[in-house]
């Protein structure tokens, strides 16, 4: 059974950084790719940003890009997305995502 577990959100002030996290197990992480997805208030969930099975690949939705790095760590089954600069506007619960699974996901709040 596909888990994925995320950790590291909380509050935050606008310029500020956070790095969330996601431990996989159940499958064979080295395999499959690894998104981050967001949800706010009142939104559509959004795509973030996904790394490739090794890594080598990376992609970032553009309102991130320069401010957040995904990465992934093979030997603990987990993905990370680096959070810096944060703005308002990144608050949301943030999900992690493989194989058409969801994690119950982490909360990250940036006041102004």
């Known amino acids: 059974e596909v888990q994925l577990v995320e950790s590291g959100g909380g509050l935050v002030q606008a310029g500020g950084s956070l790095r969330v996290s996601c431990a996989a197990s159940?499958?064979?992480?080295?395999?499959?790719?690894m998104g981050w997805f967001r949800q706010a208030p009142g939104k559509e969930r959004e795509g973030v940003s996904c790394?490739?099975?090794?890594?080598?690949?990376?992609y970032y939705t553009n309102s991130v890009k320069g401010r957040f790095t995904i990465s992934r760590d093979r030997a603990k089954n987990t993905v990370y997305l680096q959070m810096n600069t944060l703005k308002p506007e990144d608050t949301a619960v943030y999900y992690c995502?493989?194989?058409?699974?969801w994690g119950q996901g982490t909360q990250v709040t940036v006041s102004s």
């Open positions: 159940g499958f064979s992480f080295d395999e499959y790719a």
């Open positions: 790394i490739s099975s090794i890594g080598g690949n990376t």
């Open positions: 995502t493989s194989l058409g699974s």
